[in-house]
């Protein structure tokens, strides 16, 4: 099993959509967690990080369930220019390295 | 405030050659880490550095490796390439190594090993 698992998508969702997209971690001790994008052939860019208590910037809200081992990423009243990969991101405990996902695709249609 | 800089942007390569690659982390960051992402895979950790020593490295071969240097920027080393080694190479940098640190990345090299 992977230790950071996303469904890769696409997921096709017209502009002004609701959109949710879930990562699950294997390692029950993890403790930090980001959503970073990633624009065609460009970086990663930290979207924001997830905290216990859930997150909200703007448009963008994000979740985290301990118990049930996932993070959550909820983009509201979608724009063209969401249109990205999101990359789920564990930060692994006792080796202090990111464990990326594989990235989930979003296109958003006009 | 500039961001993480690669060099070079892009890099071709034969099979069997040597490719050095360069980052310069941010000001004030003090750790650097390296990832390769495939065409279509996701990124996998290379390495971490931190205040010039090696902390960590991932699942890959002995014919990766790198150093960071006194003024924190570092080099990622490909010896022997083999084809798969095609890929974009990412470096991020860090303050002081800690679980909530954001890492930050650069734009990447392009690695094409023919």
């Known amino acids: 099993r992977k230790e950071v698992e996303q469904d890769p998508g696409p997921f096709n969702v017209p502009e002004g959509a609701t959109v949710a997209f879930n990562c699950t971690y294997s390692?029950?001790?993890?403790?930090?967690f980001f959503w970073y994008r990633q624009d065609c052939r460009k970086e990663p860019k930290l979207l924001m990080s997830?905290?216990?208590s859930g997150n909200e910037d703007g448009r963008f809200t994000a979740q985290l369930n301990r118990a049930s081992q996932y993070i959550s990423l909820l983009i509201r009243d979608s724009k063209l220019s969401d249109s990205a990969t999101y990359l789920c991101?564990?930060?692994?405990?006792?080796?202090?390295?990111?464990?990326f996902g594989t990235g989930t695709r979003l296109k958003v249609l006009a | 405030e500039a961001g993480v800089t690669q060099s070079p942007t892009h890099l071709i390569k034969t099979r069997g050659q040597q490719a050095t690659l360069r980052c310069s982390p941010i000001?004030?960051?003090?750790?650097v880490y390296w990832y390769q992402q495939a065409l279509g895979l996701g990124l996998q950790f290379l390495l971490w550095?931190?205040?010039?020593?090696?902390?960590n490295r991932g699942n890959f071969p002995p014919r990766f490796s790198g150093r960071q240097f006194p003024n924190y920027s570092s080099e990622l080393n490909v010896n022997a390439l083999e084809l798969e080694d095609s890929a974009l190479y990412l470096c991020?940098?860090?303050?002081?190594?800690?679980?909530?640190?954001?890492?930050?990345f650069g734009a990447g090299t392009r690695l094409s090993v023919l």
């Open positions: 997830v905290y216990s």
């Open positions: 000001s004030g960051h003090t750790s």
């Open positions: 390692n029950s001790a993890s403790q930090s």
């Open positions: 991020a940098s860090s303050l002081a190594n800690g679980l909530r640190n954001i890492q930050y």
């Open positions: 550095y931190d205040e010039g020593e090696e902390r």
């Open positions: 991101v564990v930060n692994s405990v006792g080796t202090y390295k990111y464990i």
